[in-house]
């Protein structure tokens, strides 16, 4: 047990003692900051987002509290709690919304997140989720050429993956940042890759790093 680690009790001291946590919190699209911690998570949890954001315009940043589960209702749905002394009021980042100008995680939404340590002086905890928001869709990766994706939109039934809609070409991959990582998501062609496609502006996209040795 780390009895080293601070903790937040309260919404007060989250929100008025750690006035850090605010800085910034007008950032215009043109201002938005990586954060990028090192080193492996501290430890993961539950966090419950609320309906207050730090940002004006809202921008991939959430104010959110710890949560539990509690067990499941009577239509056998997860339900959660509040943890007894846990955090209040901490700024989540959804790192699937970062740089696209998005916040649309709904008051109440549950995300698994990591505690880690960022690189500030001196270092102090960040709290990261990977949430999909809408506009998103599950797709299957059908062929690739020049630079470009066609997938077919899939939903899940009970006998598996059906096609939904008609397919989506000249999707990119935005993960695929060296020339020899171009096109890995085709192959092989024995078998079927399932992604996530999200909407932007310039239409739909994927992020997708290709695993490397490092």
């Known amino acids: 047990m780390r009895s080293d ?7 007060a001291a989250a929100l008025d003692g750690q006035e850090e946590r605010r800085a910034g919190d007008h950032r215009g699209r043109e201002q938005r900051s990586e954060v990028t911690p090192g080193g492996p998570p501290c430890r993961l949890l539950w ?3 609320t ?16 949560v539990r589960p509690a067990g499941a209702d009577q239509d056998g749905h ?3 709690q509040p943890v007894p002394g846990g955090l209040e009021g901490v700024v989540l980042h959804n790192a699937a919304e970062a740089g696209q100008g998005t916040h649309g995680l709904a008051s109440g939404t ?28 599950l797709a ?3 062929s690739y ?22 397919p989506l070409a000249g999707v990119p991959n935005l993960g695929e940042l060296w020339g020899e990582e171009a096109g890995y998501l085709a ?4 078998f079927d890759r399932y992604v996530w496609i999200f909407g932007t502006p310039a239409g739909w996209a994927m992020l997708l790093h290709p695993p490397r040795m490092v």
């Open 5 to 11: 680690r601070p903790k937040i009790y309260g919404a």
């Open 51 to 66: 309906g207050a954001s730090p940002g004006d315009p809202p921008d991939e940043r959430y104010y959110a509290d710890e």
């Open 78 to 80: 997860m339900t959660w």
């Open 47 to 49: 966090l419950r987002t």
């Open 140 to 142: 299957r990766i059908e």
């Open 110 to 137: 549950v995300v698994r997140a990591e505690e880690r340590l960022d690189r500030g002086e001196p270092p102090d905890f960040v709290y990261l989720a990977y949430a999909a928001v809408p506009p998103a869709r």
């Open 145 to 166: 050429d020049a630079g470009y994706y066609t997938v077919q939109p899939v939903r899940r039934e009970e006998a598996g993956f059906v096609d939904d809609g008609p």
């Open 187 to 190: 192959g092989p062609e024995d």
